[in-house]
């Protein structure tokens, strides 16, 4: 797996950050920001040459699909892959919600001349702006980058896109559809017209006085979440395909479920009963019960609906037991990286199981009387981790959650 | 429930040659057009030719509060759903929502919205942009609304794959239904985005027809071929498990399915075409000999064609099966080709009828195609296949 997040330049830097409790959040140097309520964001110093892409890759692709490319070579060769393995049996899931969307508006700018024309100047268009507007690019690099010749495509399903590109990969294995599937997830966009939608909502955090300590989630002083760009890609395969390659296996997908809220595109319901029945869904699937969780990674936004949403879900689905669970936002550190972040937060789980470790909730310091769950706040616990949750919920009202397991060779 | 299959029970379409179904599909066995020359641009762009819905007034269907917060594309997908729904005759209140999902494919979003309110943001500032704005354009957006409109609370999905996405969403539907996660889903593509910023994105596609005259435009496996004319437009379809049909219900059934990728830049690697579509008979448990017709992607451009046709012709043997061709009256509608071409073979399975490639006189390609007027003939089943730009390849097999 590979791992390209706000704050480091690959997987190793990553669980550093987030095992030290640091916050990559910070004043947004994309564009400048002055004119937006929310002024903060997770941003990777990200150099196309120094991450090994062409100079014709770092022309031609959005950062969305550079985050994924890169993150896709390095994932492949952690992997072993070679050309032992046929085409046919290999494919790509790539989870995404926002597309090009930085691309998209910088073209934009330029072909409306600053949004002075309607009717845009074709004179002036990018001969890669067609990818651009078709998301489906992001897949294709990553399939181009590695031959594959299976199942390919973009799963799209706003902020739960992460885990869900990931869910729908490993079933395509279970099914027979592919051996080996190279899947994750990428979002870049901190572009203005994505901050300016969330701040119209006041999704996002306006702490712009104190930006590393402006997303904090369960903390009753919480007022949204930073937005981010990121991605994570992940060499799945079935355990005995992964066993006889005799190749080290990281951890293993054991359930997975995923549910619409139907209630609303922003909103969220109070109970969380969609949420739970994901959670179920996911732990019926891994055939294990709610005490066995060892540790929940959350969705943890830090909006004020997300984090009472969520404490409820995981009380209904996990019980008594919920209470004694240690739960724990990485976005408190990364942000939010839209349709990226649930594959970030997979990796980090199967980091957390590898090093024993929990990363922190960072920022939490005046814990919200109505988040009375254990939220490990500020400091990275360790503890034995065999098997672990990960949650997310996204606009549209999808609601996802993946069961992580260690696996013993 | 039948191990390779589940049942259409419910179809709606909404393209360039019909508002309603029986509008499109009269007009689609009459081999008439909805292509024309693009209006509303005064003849300022390079190309000028779409396959555009004439009348959709979405005021005539959904609430005002709905519209407001929608793109065009999601006002078609949402009407199309609710006629979808009826149409299958299934009484919502008798299921659980957690049965029941959505899967739609969406390739370029709500453009036209976004269009709007980018240009709000570089001209008035921030205050100025929608709070619809956030979720109006996504692509995700479709999926969202017609599960809220529905209250359908199962695993909600959205696959994009440029134009194979379409049949990506029926397979994943159908994936779903199978392996026991819901009985019921609200599945298909839906594609519109001709403001002028999403038509000169179409445009930067490179393989846009330079014709002005509709007749000249999309002209498949044509020896004439010039490239291809976009469509807005899609398909929805209701899919139920089979036990829960009752027979003589419904349209037929999806009984294989397989997706696949070509890397390579070079329409003649007929490989990964070729063995979606073996994978998905197979799947079915059919053989190439069992194909009635096959609905093409039909590409528009020569060596696109002559990919798709040497790859049939290597399956069927040269000239060994019927070819349909329809979408060259309606353009080519992105993620929503693969379900109208769906519904499109599921009438044509009940009516024993093909509908000819609209405005195509003939083929120098190795393939039966069916050409100016419909051919009648008994069919069972169809293959229905669709790519999308870049490499997808899709194949998804009906069966009356």
Request: negative net charge; aromatic residues 6%; contains cysteine.
């Amino acid at each position: 797996m590979s791992v390209l997040a706000p704050g480091s330049l690959d997987t190793d830097g990553f669980w550093g950050m987030i095992s030290e409790g640091r916050t990559a959040i910070r004043r947004i140097s994309a564009f400048d920001p002055s004119q937006f309520r929310s002024q903060v964001a997770g941003e990777i110093d990200f150099d196309p040459a120094a991450m090994g892409l062409s100079h014709r890759e770092a022309r031609r692709l959005d950062r969305a699909s550079m985050l994924a490319v890169v993150c896709a070579r390095r994932a492949v060769e952690q992997a072993g892959l070679d050309h032992s393995l046929d085409p046919a049996r290999l494919g790509v899931s790539v989870g995404n919600a926002v597309g090009s969307a930085t691309s998209i508006e910088q073209e934009y700018v330029v072909l409306s001349d600053g949004g002075a024309e309607w009717f845009v100047d074709q004179t002036y268009q990018s001969p890669h702006l067609f990818d651009y507007f078709t998301p489906g690019s992001i897949a294709r690099e990553v399939a181009q980058t590695v031959g594959a010749e299976g199942p390919v495509g973009v799963v799209s399903a706003g902020c739960t896109s992460g885990i869900d590109s990931l869910g729908h990969a490993a079933t395509l294995i279970a099914e027979g559809s592919a051996d080996v599937m190279l899947a994750g997830a990428t979002d870049a966009p901190v572009t203005p017209i994505a901050v300016a939608c969330f701040d119209a909502i006041r999704a996002t955090t306006p702490n712009n006085d104190d930006p590393a300590g402006a997303a904090r989630p369960f903390d009753r002083r919480r007022n949204g979440f930073a937005i981010a760009e990121g991605a994570a890609m992940l060499v799945l395969e079935d355990l005995e395909h992964a066993r006889e390659r005799g190749i080290p296996v990281l951890g293993e997908i054991a359930g997975y479920g995923t549910t619409c809220n139907a209630y609303h595109m922003t909103g969220l319901t109070a109970e969380g009963d969609e949420m739970t029945r994901a959670i179920d869904q996911a732990l019926a699937e891994a055939r294990v019960s709610a005490e066995s969780i060892d540790y929940v990674n959350a969705h943890g936004s830090g909006t004020r609906q997300n984090d009472l949403h969520e404490t409820s879900a995981i009380k209904r689905s996990l019980g008594q037991y919920a209470y004694q669970v240690p739960i724990s936002s990485i976005k408190s550190m990364v942000g939010h990286s839209l349709g990226a972040i649930g594959s970030i937060e997979v990796a980090a789980c199967l980091l957390a199981l590898q090093h024993s470790l929990i990363p922190p909730t960072a920022n939490l310091k005046e814990p919200d009387p109505k988040c009375d769950l254990d939220y490990v706040p500020l400091a990275a616990r360790e503890a034995a981790l065999r098997t672990v949750l990960t949650i997310g919920s996204g606009f549209g009202g999808f609601q996802s959650a993946m069961v992580l397991r260690k696996v013993d060779l | 429930m039948s191990p390779t299959g589940c049942a259409v029970t419910g179809i709606d379409v909404i393209a360039p040659t019909g508002l309603t179904l029986d509008e499109y599909w009269g007009r689609t066995c009459r081999g008439e057009s909805g292509i024309r020359v693009i209006d509303d641009f005064d003849g300022r762009y390079h190309n000028a030719l779409a396959g555009v819905i004439p009348d959709f007034v979405a005021q005539k269907h959904l609430p005002g509060r709905l519209i407001t917060q929608t793109d065009r594309v999601t006002q078609l997908a949402l009407v199309a759903a609710d006629r979808a729904l009826i149409d299958s005759g299934v009484d919502l209140d008798q299921r659980d929502p957690y049965d029941c999902a959505v899967v739609t494919s969406n390739a370029t979003g709500g453009f036209e919205f976004s269009h709007r309110e980018m240009q709000r943001l570089w001209t008035q500032g921030r205050e100025s942009v929608s709070v619809y704005q956030c979720f109006a354009w996504f692509y995700a957006v479709n999926t969202g609304q017609i599960s809220i409109r529905h209250r359908l609370r199962g695993p909600g999905s959205v696959l994009v794959a440029e134009q194979a996405g379409g049949l990506d969403a029926l397979g994943h539907a159908r994936r779903n239904i199978r392996r026991g996660r819901c009985s019921m889903v609200v599945a298909g593509g839906m594609e519109s985005s001709f403001d002028p910023w999403g038509w000169v994105s179409h445009q930067a596609s490179g393989n846009l027809t330079p014709a002005r005259d509709p007749v000249e435009g999309y002209l498949p496996f044509s020896p004439a071929a010039n490239g291809y004319v976009p469509g807005e437009g899609g398909a929805m379809l209701i899919l139920e498990a089979d036990d829960a049909v009752e027979p003589g219900r419904g349209y037929g059934h999806i009984v294989g399915y397989a997706s696949g990728f070509n890397p390579r830049n070079d329409p003649a690697y007929t490989r990964p075409l070729r063995r979606v579509i073996e994978a998905a008979l197979a799947e079915a448990e059919l053989s190439a000999t069992d194909v009635d017709v096959v609905f093409a992607d039909a590409a528009g451009t020569r060596a696109d064609d002559a990919g798709e046709a040497l790859a049939l012709a290597e399956t069927f043997g040269p000239y060994g099966i019927p070819v349909a061709a329809p979408k060259s009256g309606t353009g080519r509608l992105m993620a929503g080709a693969g379900a109208v071409d769906i519904v499109c073979a599921l009438l044509a399975l009940r009516d024993n009828v093909i509908p000819p490639a609209v405005h195509v006189q003939s083929t120098d390609l190795p393939i039966d195609l069916v050409c100016e007027t419909a051919r009648k003939t008994p069919l069972n089943t169809a293959l229905v296949l669709a790519r999308g730009a870049g490499g997808f390849v899709s194949a998804l097999v009906l069966r009356k």
